[in-house]
């Protein structure tokens, strides 16, 4: 999925800021306000709740645990904290009360005893010559036995019952999504001019290249998304042609990640957003057609990273056949395409400000 | 005057042809003194079409000299077989050609030959067939190897112990110094080369972490019985192996813990000294040799003394994830202290392109600061954009990238030029010790484990967070609480005070006039004599919060056969011994003035003055914005200008949370000057 020769090109800082603080749109500017009528009835009836966001540039705690009692808790970058008011045994409810009270982005708490054990399995398991998503899937799988046991992630890292899925089938499914020698475009746009993007090419199974408007710069000039035409040829041209190539204004993306399922659908019918090529399950999955179906899915589905369908009874019986039948391909893995929007929001809040410096936070434009 | 001072006083050594000096390289054939600013430039990333403009570009800049890394994983093209001509897919491999560019152009070179050099490279640059080799993996407690973490792919960690490993490196890097030989200076650019890069164990750092590789086991024994001789502590009454995790009782337990990081600080100071051996061998006989350490706020791979035993200079390289003034001060006044050079050879310049995105204004401050506190040199890592490499100034056509991060990389070179800033320095008196015992001892506490601490120190973590203070490591905790006390006390005294490493020479230590011994109930024995010598010679010993009680074998310490010491309880009782003893706070100066000031909170109106002519380095290591008044020069008027902007200040600075100015001051009636771009 990752080769291991994956190469940069044309990405400067202020794209690379933009594209971690994709998922995380300043507060306020992923409200679908600015509708009226049937549009901002359905936007609202169609919005995905909240997830439990902590305040913007909020930090982390760790809490080390020996003998089921706290012994240091502290934050990266924000020094020892106390833990007086931490109750033992440490189990999650106390956990999630603690956090809330201190307005954490989050909290891990991990038994000092087994660390040595968990880091040796995940050593061993990690296969050597692989690409980097499969090493991190080998390594994460050695931890799911350790979640809930001797660490603990609050919120959860991953919903409840939610299982990893397998290299191959992950492989299939990131195939299907995007095939050999085809390349994903997506240009967030603003106010005349690009505000982020990403172009990405895959060969042979990986993404090889990893690059953004800047290395076509010289070649195309982006104002609008009128624009999306002559990129897809200078893309093609350059690197592969685009298999998914998605043009949409920032105020539209933005509403987009906040939850408003209706957001793209109302920004392709205003012309405000271009997805071309655009897969059928992609386009039935954001179409105005399929809103109503995603948003009954999602409902079914709310709270879950899991499908609790039948698809759930799938995994045991070679899924991957499965991947290409499928209106959305993301379903083999059990995946909510909207859920998983809200669950890169949420942990994109909670940890960016582990990577990005503090000023990122204030004011709000980046 | 300066230069014909230092080169009159100075004999070089038969064959020099470079050699290392306060300021800068001494390139002898020209009686020439080369200050160490540049910037790295990777011609394996560049095409050869593009490699004239970027050098051009560099020219333009004001800089002389530029650092460039050649990686073993690009020129092998299989065991034992090398090129040093075309290319390897996108990398460019013609070594000769690109320091024949550099030599057209005036350039100097810094070269990078590994075995490991970084570079975001698969493995750091070392090969693959290295890397799978399962006889070269460094292995962990359980016999696992041990995975780097790094994109674009995780890899197995070699071992600095197999003797397989020191063989192929050994023989990559004896190759490739036979290939620049004949490029040093005067007949080419190369004046510099640096050995490996960042000996850490790959950044992992924790003490039970790693290696446990059979040759390392079996070293281990011989290593113990060597630093023992006959008279083994009672730990080893039945077999040396090493330890796989800290279950010392006692401190006589404490005996094999303590001799086991003190091996793991062999095992690289071992590799470092076989690689330099090849390197010499090769042909690169000369020109000085040095070596870029990781910096951490616990314990520490090995100290920069340990590494000076074989090549010329070992210091700090600087990177950060966020904004981390305080560690960066702490490196930079371990690295004056202890290094021959103090040159920063790798100062984050941009970003890897999966690391924090960069905030230009914040690296600026990040150079200012390793000036502030004694830098020497600063090595921009890096100038040129590459792959896997975000916001460097120069892009590979050889043009500006941005406006910010060009102007500003412009404008601090010129800074650096026009105020001569390498030369000043502030007179130091006083250092803290850090000593070998304290230091392990910490690594020893380690509440996480194997996770390192080195990485976790990127995320501000340092002993505090992550240290026990219990039981055992009581008195060690102790120690360091009495260590951050002192430390805090002497910067808010604006007493200028570095950190001396307890292995540092009679000469190193003898330059200071009271050493602060922070005592973690065990110290060194090899510090006693050399103490005994400072002390007979006119230094004056502090010692706190507790006399030591132990030697590391776990036998009690005579404290009748301790140097001459005073015992500070606290930082209350340092400061006033340093009073008495007539170090004074505030700045002081050498051969030109400098005032490295550091702004203590909001409320701080202390107010900063500055000698005329004088430069003032100011910063804010605190999270809020700090207003101070300027108080204009010492015994007359004088006005501040920003010296990278060229903003006249009135009245009052106001720094921004974590960040540095640059300011230069001119008495009133001289003409005004603009910044120094």
Same mark, same amino acid.
Request: with cysteine; charged share 20%; proline share 6%.
């Given at each position: 999925?990752?080769?291991?020769?994956?190469?940069?090109?044309?990405?400067?800082?202020?794209?690379?800021?933009?594209? %971690?603080?994709? %998922?995380?749109?300043? /507060?306020?500017?992923?409200?679908?306000?600015?509708?009226?009528?049937?549009?901002?009835?359905?936007?609202?009836?169609?919005?995905?709740?909240?997830?439990?966001?902590? /305040?913007?540039?909020?930090?982390?705690?760790?809490?080390?645990?020996?003998?089921? =009692?706290?012994?240091?808790?502290?934050?990266?970058?924000?020094?020892?904290?106390?833990?007086?008011?931490?109750?033992? /045994?440490?189990?999650?409810?106390?956990?999630?009360?603690?956090?809330?009270?201190?307005?954490?982005?989050?909290?891990?708490?991990?038994?000092?005893?087994?660390?040595?054990?968990?880091?040796?399995?995940?050593?061993?398991?990690?296969?050597?010559?692989?690409?980097?998503?499969?090493?991190?899937?080998?390594?994460?799988?050695?931890?799911?036995?350790?979640?809930?046991?001797?660490?603990?992630?609050?919120?959860?890292?991953?919903?409840?019952?939610?299982?990893?899925?397998?290299?191959?089938?992950?492989?299939?499914?990131?195939?299907?999504?995007?095939?050999?020698?085809?390349?994903?475009?997506?240009?967030?746009?603003?106010?005349?001019?690009?505000?982020?993007?990403?172009?990405?090419?895959?060969?042979?199974?990986?993404?090889?290249?990893?690059?953004?408007?800047?290395?076509?710069?010289?070649?195309?000039?982006?104002?609008?998304?009128?624009? #999306?035409?002559?990129?897809?040829?200078?893309?093609?041209?350059? %690197?592969?042609?685009?298999?998914?190539?998605?043009?949409?204004?920032?105020?539209?993306?933005?509403?987009?990640?906040?939850?408003?399922?209706? #957001?793209?659908?109302?920004?392709?019918?205003?012309?405000?957003?271009?997805?071309?090529?655009?897969?059928?399950?992609?386009?039935?999955?954001?179409?105005?057609?399929?809103?109503?179906? =995603?948003?009954?899915?999602? #409902?079914?589905? =709310?709270?879950?990273?899991?499908?609790?369908?039948?698809?759930?009874?799938? %995994?045991?019986?070679?899924?991957?056949?499965?991947?290409?039948?499928?209106?959305?391909?993301?379903?083999?893995?059990?995946?909510?395409?909207?859920?998983?929007?809200?669950?890169?929001?949420?942990?994109?809040?909670?940890?960016?400000?582990?990577?990005?410096?503090?000023?990122?936070?204030?004011?709000?434009?980046? | 005057?300066?230069?014909?001072?230092?080169?009159?006083?100075?004999?070089?050594?038969?064959?020099?042809?470079?050699?290392?000096?306060?300021?800068?390289?001494?390139?002898?054939?020209?009686?020439?003194?080369?200050?160490?600013?540049?910037?790295?430039?990777?011609?394996?990333?560049?095409?050869?079409?593009?490699?004239?403009?970027?050098?051009?570009?560099?020219?333009?800049?004001?800089?002389?000299?530029?650092?460039?890394?050649?990686?073993?994983?690009?020129?092998?093209?299989?065991?034992?077989?090398?090129?040093?001509?075309?290319?390897?897919?996108?990398?460019?491999?013609?070594?000769?050609?690109?320091?024949?560019?550099?030599?057209?152009?005036?350039?100097?070179? !810094?070269?990078?030959?590994?075995?490991?050099?970084?570079?975001?490279?698969?493995?750091?640059?070392?090969?693959?067939?290295?890397?799978?080799?399962?006889?070269?993996?460094?292995?962990?407690?359980?016999?696992?190897?041990?995975?780097?973490?790094?994109?674009?792919?995780?890899?197995?960690?070699?071992?600095?112990?197999?003797?397989?490993?020191?063989?192929?490196?050994?023989? !990559?890097?004896?190759?490739?110094?036979?290939?620049?030989?004949?490029?040093?200076?005067?007949?080419?650019?190369?004046?510099?080369?640096?050995?490996?890069?960042?000996?850490?164990?790959?950044?992992?750092?924790?003490?039970?972490?790693?290696?446990?590789?059979?040759?390392?086991?079996?070293?281990?024994?011989?290593?113990?019985?060597?630093?023992?001789?006959?008279?083994?502590?009672?730990?080893?009454?039945?077999?040396?192996?090493?330890?796989?995790?800290?279950?010392?009782?006692?401190?006589?337990?404490?005996?094999?813990?303590?001799?086991?990081?003190?091996?793991?600080?062999?095992?690289?100071?071992?590799?470092?000294?076989?690689?330099?051996?090849?390197?010499?061998?090769?042909?690169?006989?000369?020109?000085?040799?040095?070596?870029?350490?990781?910096?951490?706020?616990?314990?520490?791979?090995?100290?920069?003394?340990?590494?000076?035993?074989?090549?010329?200079?070992?210091?700090?390289?600087?990177?950060?994830?966020?904004?981390?003034?305080?560690?960066?001060?702490?490196?930079?006044?371990?690295?004056?202290?202890?290094?021959?050079?103090?040159?920063?050879?790798?100062?984050?310049?941009?970003?890897?392109?999966? !690391?924090?995105?960069?905030?230009?204004?914040?690296?600026?401050?990040?150079?200012?600061?390793?000036?502030?506190?004694?830098?020497?040199?600063?090595?921009?890592?890096?100038?040129?954009?590459?792959?896997?490499?975000?916001?460097?100034?120069?892009?590979?056509?050889?043009?500006?990238?941005?406006?910010?991060?060009?102007?500003?990389?412009?404008?601090?070179?010129?800074?650096?030029?026009?105020?001569?800033?390498?030369?000043?320095?502030?007179?130091?008196?006083?250092?803290?010790?850090?000593?070998?015992?304290?230091?392990?001892?910490?690594?020893?506490?380690? @509440?996480?484990?194997?996770?390192?601490?080195?990485?976790?120190?990127?995320?501000?973590?340092?002993?505090?967070?992550?240290?026990?203070?219990?039981?055992?490591?009581?008195?060690?905790?102790?120690?360091?609480?009495?260590?951050?006390?002192?430390?805090?006390?002497?910067?808010?005294?604006?007493?200028?005070?570095?950190?001396?490493?307890?292995?540092?020479?009679?000469?190193?230590?003898?330059?200071?006039?009271?050493?602060?011994?922070?005592?973690?109930?065990?110290?060194?024995?090899?510090?006693?004599?050399? @103490?005994?010598?400072?002390?007979? $010679?006119?230094?004056?010993?502090?010692?706190?919060?507790?006399?030591?009680?132990?030697?590391?074998?776990?036998?009690?310490?005579?404290?009748?056969?301790?140097?001459?010491?005073?015992?500070?309880?606290?930082?209350?009782?340092?400061?006033?011994?340093?009073?008495?003893?007539?170090?004074?706070?505030?700045?002081?100066?050498?051969?030109?003035?400098?005032?490295?000031?550091?702004?203590?909170?909001?409320?701080?109106?202390?107010?900063?003055?500055?000698?005329?002519?004088?430069?003032?380095?100011?910063?804010?290591?605190? $999270?809020?914005?700090?207003?101070?008044?300027?108080?204009?020069?010492?015994?007359?008027?004088?006005?501040? !200008?920003?010296?990278?902007?060229?903003?006249?200040?009135?009245?009052?600075?106001?720094?921004?949370?974590?960040?540095?100015? @640059?300011?230069?001051?001119?008495?009133?009636?001289?003409?005004?000057?603009?910044?120094?771009?």
């Amino acid at each position: 999925m990752i080769h291991h020769d994956l190469r940069f090109e044309g990405i400067d800082a202020t794209t690379l800021t933009r594209l %971690f603080a994709l %998922f995380d749109p300043p /507060p306020g500017e992923e409200r679908p306000e600015g509708r009226r009528g049937f549009l901002a009835q359905l936007a609202a009836s169609s919005t995905i709740p909240e997830p439990d966001l902590p /305040p913007r540039g909020a930090r982390p705690a760790v809490v080390l645990v020996e003998g089921g =009692a706290p012994l240091r808790a502290f934050m990266p970058g924000g020094g020892v904290v106390s833990t007086d008011d931490l109750i033992a /045994p440490l189990e999650r409810r106390e956990l999630s009360r603690w956090r809330e009270r201190h307005q954490y982005a989050f909290v891990v708490a991990i038994r000092v005893e087994v660390l040595p054990d968990i880091i040796a399995r995940m050593q061993l398991a990690v296969p050597l010559g692989g690409d980097l998503a499969a090493q991190a899937l080998a390594a994460l799988r050695t931890l799911e036995p350790a979640f809930e046991k001797d660490i603990l992630v609050d919120p959860p890292l991953l919903g409840r019952g939610v299982k990893l899925p397998s290299v191959e089938l992950l492989q299939r499914t990131f195939d299907h999504v995007l095939p050999d020698d085809r390349s994903f475009v997506l240009y967030v746009l603003h106010k005349g001019a690009v505000w982020a993007s990403l172009i990405a090419r895959k060969r042979h199974g990986d993404i090889d290249l990893i690059t953004s408007h800047l290395a076509l710069a010289s070649s195309v000039r982006v104002c609008s998304v009128g624009d #999306a035409a002559r990129v897809c040829t200078a893309v093609t041209r350059r %690197f592969a042609p685009p298999h998914i190539a998605a043009f949409i204004s920032l105020p539209s993306w933005r509403r987009f990640v906040g939850g408003d399922r209706s #957001a793209l659908a109302a920004a392709l019918a205003a012309r405000q957003a271009v997805i071309d090529p655009c897969p059928r399950w992609l386009l039935a999955l954001i179409g105005a057609g399929a809103l109503t179906e =995603a948003a009954r899915r999602s #409902a079914r589905l =709310a709270g879950k990273l899991l499908s609790s369908t039948s698809l759930g009874g799938l %995994f045991g019986s070679g899924p991957e056949q499965w991947v290409e039948k499928m209106g959305n391909p993301l379903e083999a893995l059990g995946l909510d395409p909207w859920e998983l929007m809200r669950w890169a929001r949420g942990w994109s809040r909670r940890g960016l400000p582990l990577v990005l410096a503090p000023e990122f936070f204030v004011g709000g434009e980046t | 005057m300066l230069l014909a001072l230092t080169m009159k006083e100075h004999s070089p050594a038969e064959g020099a042809r470079v050699e290392l000096s306060n300021e800068g390289l001494l390139l002898l054939a020209e009686d020439r003194l080369l200050s160490m600013v540049g910037g790295s430039v990777e011609y394996v990333h560049l095409k050869v079409a593009q490699q004239a403009k970027v050098l051009d570009a560099v020219s333009e800049l004001g800089l002389q000299m530029i650092s460039a890394s050649v990686p073993w994983s690009i020129h092998e093209v299989e065991a034992g077989s090398y090129l040093f001509q075309g290319a390897q897919g996108r990398y460019q491999r013609d070594l000769g050609r690109f320091l024949d560019s550099c030599h057209e152009r005036g350039l100097f070179v !810094w070269l990078r030959i590994g075995p490991a050099v970084g570079l975001e490279l698969e493995g750091l640059g070392f090969p693959r067939r290295i890397l799978d080799e399962g006889r070269f993996q460094a292995r962990g407690p359980q016999g696992e190897p041990v995975i780097i973490a790094l994109p674009p792919a995780a890899f197995a960690a070699p071992s600095y112990a197999s003797e397989g490993l020191l063989a192929e490196a050994g023989a !990559w890097v004896r190759a490739v110094s036979t290939q620049i030989a004949s490029y040093r200076y005067p007949e080419g650019p190369v004046v510099a080369v640096s050995i490996d890069d960042k000996a850490s164990f790959f950044y992992r750092t924790a003490a039970y972490d790693q290696d446990y590789h059979p040759d390392a086991v079996e070293g281990f024994s011989t290593f113990v019985k060597a630093r023992h001789g006959d008279t083994l502590p009672e730990v080893y009454a039945s077999v040396i192996t090493p330890p796989r995790k800290m279950d010392a009782r006692s401190v006589g337990d404490l005996a094999l813990h303590l001799d086991w990081l003190a091996y793991k600080e062999d095992i690289l100071r071992t590799a470092i000294a076989h690689f330099v051996a090849e390197a010499r061998a090769g042909g690169l006989e000369g020109i000085p040799l040095f070596h870029g350490a990781p910096h951490t706020e616990v314990g520490g791979a090995i100290p920069l003394t340990s590494l000076q035993q074989s090549v010329e200079s070992a210091s700090y390289d600087l990177f950060s994830l966020g904004q981390n003034l305080a560690q960066h001060r702490r490196a930079l006044r371990r690295a004056r202290a202890n290094s021959r050079s103090t040159v920063v050879g790798q100062l984050q310049w941009g970003a890897p392109a999966w !690391w924090a995105p960069p905030l230009a204004h914040a690296q600026c401050s990040a150079a200012l600061g390793a000036l502030m506190h004694g830098a020497r040199g600063l090595i921009f890592h890096s100038l040129v954009e590459r792959d896997r490499w975000v916001d460097a100034p120069i892009s590979c056509e050889g043009r500006p990238t941005g406006v910010e991060r060009y102007a500003l990389t412009q404008r601090l070179i010129a800074a650096i030029a026009d105020l001569e800033v390498l030369k000043r320095s502030e007179k130091v008196e006083v250092a803290i010790i850090s000593e070998g015992c304290t230091r392990r001892l910490s690594l020893l506490s380690s @509440l996480v484990g194997p996770l390192s601490p080195l990485v976790l120190s990127l995320f501000g973590l340092g002993a505090n967070e992550l240290c026990d203070d219990r039981g055992l490591f009581a008195a060690s905790a102790a120690g360091r609480a009495f260590e951050g006390s002192v430390e805090d006390a002497l910067l808010h005294s604006g007493l200028p005070f570095d950190w001396v490493e307890g292995e540092a020479s009679d000469e190193v230590l003898g330059r200071y006039r009271a050493l602060i011994l922070p005592c973690a109930d065990i110290v060194d024995a090899a510090l006693w004599p050399k @103490l005994e010598r400072y002390v007979r $010679n006119g230094g004056t010993l502090l010692l706190g919060p507790v006399r030591p009680r132990w030697e590391p074998s776990g036998q009690a310490l005579d404290v009748a056969a301790l140097p001459a010491h005073e015992l500070v309880a606290n930082e209350v009782a340092t400061l006033r011994a340093l009073q008495e003893l007539g170090v004074k706070a505030g700045p002081r100066f050498v051969e030109a003035p400098l005032i490295a000031a550091r702004l203590r909170d909001e409320s701080d109106q202390s107010g900063l003055a500055c000698t005329k002519g004088g430069v003032l380095l100011v910063a804010n290591e605190t $999270n809020r914005a700090v207003q101070s008044p300027l108080l204009g020069c010492v015994g007359g008027r004088c006005r501040f !200008w920003d010296a990278l902007s060229g903003t006249p200040l009135n009245e009052e600075l106001t720094l921004k949370a974590g960040s540095v100015s @640059l300011l230069r001051c001119r008495p009133v009636g001289v003409q005004e000057e603009g910044g120094s771009s």
